[in-house]
């Protein structure tokens, strides 16, 4: 088969030279927002889905929670294991498979580390995984960017100057999907990498977490849990349970 994107571009070290201002201080508000809301007792037991390096996972444990990390990227992975001990564990994992059944009290796919795929059944298959891990009670928290803002200001050519580094980004839409292009050249040799996520909207997820079995309990807007405004809000963030417990 042949190699899709995201094992390219996540693999790579210029993906954490291009997003290095990815803020811990915001990822830490979000979790602690989060912490407040969903209230989970000591030790209770965390599904970090698509956990990249596993800024948040190390923060959760921190707080005293049992957490698992999971990410398709082996050099992520390597990294997050400088960080495990007896309460955190990380894997190098597709989300697509089930890893524990009923095991979970939280899932959390957090950052859009979502819309990858290129078929709806990858992503309910997915969705399914998610929902198979919890146990009966559980509570999978998913986090988008909010695409009606993103169209609406989608900058379609820019360049991002970075530890000497130029990357050229261009981005538009093909196929209902969001396709950025990221081009550069350092130490002499040409890089191209692209990300393709699908362009979700609050009624495609509906559908989706309808076809996987899950239903909503709340949705916001941004990482102070504020309201969700399709035109205003950043993020698309969805508190869901399972539809039969």
Same mark, same amino acid.
């Given at each position: 088969?042949?190699?899709?994107?995201?094992?390219?571009?996540?693999?790579?070290?210029?993906?954490?030279?291009?997003?290095?201002?990815?803020?811990?201080?915001?990822?830490?508000?979000?979790?602690?927002?989060?912490?407040?809301?969903?209230?989970? %007792?000591?030790?209770?037991?965390? =599904?970090?889905?698509?956990?990249?390096?596993?800024?948040?996972?190390?923060?959760?444990?921190?707080?005293?929670?049992?957490?698992?990390?999971?990410?398709?990227?082996?050099?992520?992975?390597?990294?997050?294991?400088?960080?495990?001990?007896?309460?955190?564990?990380?894997?190098?994992?597709?989300?697509?498979?089930?890893?524990?059944?009923?095991?979970?009290?939280?899932?959390?796919?957090?950052?859009?580390?979502?819309?990858?795929?290129?078929?709806?059944?990858?992503?309910?298959?997915?969705?399914?995984?998610?929902?198979?891990? =919890?146990?009966?009670?559980?509570?999978?928290?998913?986090?988008?960017?909010? %695409?009606?803002?993103?169209?609406?200001?989608?900058?379609?050519?820019?360049?991002?100057?970075?530890?000497?580094?130029?990357?050229?980004?261009?981005?538009?839409? %093909?196929?209902?999907?969001? %396709?950025?292009?990221?081009?550069?050249?350092?130490?002499?040799?040409?890089?191209?990498?692209?990300?393709?996520?699908?362009?979700?909207?609050?009624?495609?997820?509906?559908?989706?977490?309808?076809?996987?079995?899950?239903?909503?309990?709340?949705?916001?807007?941004?990482?102070?849990?504020?309201?969700?405004?399709?035109?205003?809000?950043?993020? =698309?963030?969805?508190?869901?349970?399972?539809?039969?417990?």
């Amino acid at each position: 088969m042949p190699i899709k994107w995201y094992q390219n571009w996540f693999n790579s070290p210029y993906y954490h030279i291009l997003y290095h201002q990815r803020n811990d201080e915001e990822a830490e508000f979000f979790i602690d927002n989060l912490c407040a809301l969903l209230k989970p %007792v000591k030790n209770t037991r965390i =599904l970090d889905i698509a956990c990249g390096r596993g800024r948040h996972s190390v923060y959760l444990n921190k707080k005293g929670y049992d957490v698992t990390g999971i990410d398709l990227s082996y050099s992520n992975i390597k990294f997050a294991k400088q960080f495990e001990n007896e309460t955190l564990h990380f894997f190098e994992h597709d989300m697509r498979h089930l890893l524990n059944i009923r095991y979970f009290d939280i899932a959390l796919n957090l950052f859009t580390s979502f819309g990858y795929f290129e078929t709806e059944r990858d992503h309910v298959n997915a969705l399914k995984t998610f929902r198979k891990s =919890l146990k009966p009670d559980g509570v999978m928290v998913l986090d988008y960017f909010n %695409v009606q803002k993103i169209l609406k200001n989608l900058t379609r050519q820019e360049v991002k100057h970075i530890d000497g580094i130029d990357f050229n980004i261009s981005k538009k839409i %093909v196929n209902e999907k969001i %396709v950025k292009t990221i081009s550069f050249e350092t130490r002499g040799k040409d890089y191209h990498f692209k990300e393709e996520v699908k362009a979700f909207s609050l009624s495609d997820f509906e559908r989706l977490f309808e076809l996987s079995g899950f239903k909503i309990e709340a949705t916001y807007g941004d990482y102070s849990l504020g309201d969700f405004n399709e035109i205003k809000s950043d993020r =698309l963030i969805f508190i869901c349970k399972k539809a039969d417990a």
